[in-house]
């Protein structure tokens, strides 16, 4: 499996099934969970976001004790106070006002599709993953800066299973710019986001086309309860890492030699919660 350079093009890439890459992931599996306090510094976007994720839970917690029957009963008063349903109705309201104002969407921007203007009157479409006919366009623009293509089962695993978390940036019928991503458990105390791939057509880059990508995976993330979100880039690749730490991630860790051409690997990671 093959290793992306430290050009700007491919931004993040999932590692190869080389020595260096497997051994590092057992160390990970051997090793404890380790609590870390959120000391990266936040965009104002993201900032956002964590305040709609954390209201989310906030109303779940609540159904889940209203469902289960431990909010108490209020007492009569001359002045009625609102019942459960009344406050998760309100709560409810607010977290519908909050999503809507959310700077990520953008105005009148959807969660899946919308569009926006690059330099040179491009028109830039995001939309989001929507069959295998668009498979090859997403091949073709992260293999064009590896040394060596990935299995098309690689693909898959993430794309198929994750289809919600893979977008695309189009200009015209041409893909410029695609995510790649998945969204499961970790050590079953937590669900983990995990940035697999990040490709910018070299022509189009410093249009923000990389941001826009891993903000709207980032969306999708919390829409299913994502609790933190990581990724592994080279540490040479200086762009990615001014991306990425632009969005609010942090340096979590440096794993040696992790990609098959020997370089070093920085873990960067961004919490939810």
Known sequence: MADAPSGPSVLSHYPGAGLAGEQQREEERHKGCHHHQLNGLISPDLRHLKAVSSLKNKLLEQKTRKDSGLVQPQGRTDTRAPNGLERLQGEEEKLSACLASCSLRGDGEALGNHVSQGENDDTIR??????????????????????????????????????????????????????????????????????????VDSKYRRKGIGTHLVKKAIYAMVEGDCDEVVLETEITNKSALKLYENLGFVRDKRLFRYYLNGVDALRLKLWLR
């Open 126 to 199: 995001y939309v989001r993953y929507e069959s295998e006919l668009q498979m090859a366009d997403i091949m073709r623009l992260i293999t064009r800066d590896l040394s060596e293509p990935y299995s098309i089962y690689t693909y898959r695993y993430f794309i198929h299973n994750w289809p919600q978390l893979c977008f695309l940036a189009m200009v015209g019928e041409e893909c410029v710019g695609a995510i790649v991503c998945k969204l499961d458990m970790h050590k079953k105390m937590f669900r983990r986001g995990y940035i697999a791939m990040l490709a």
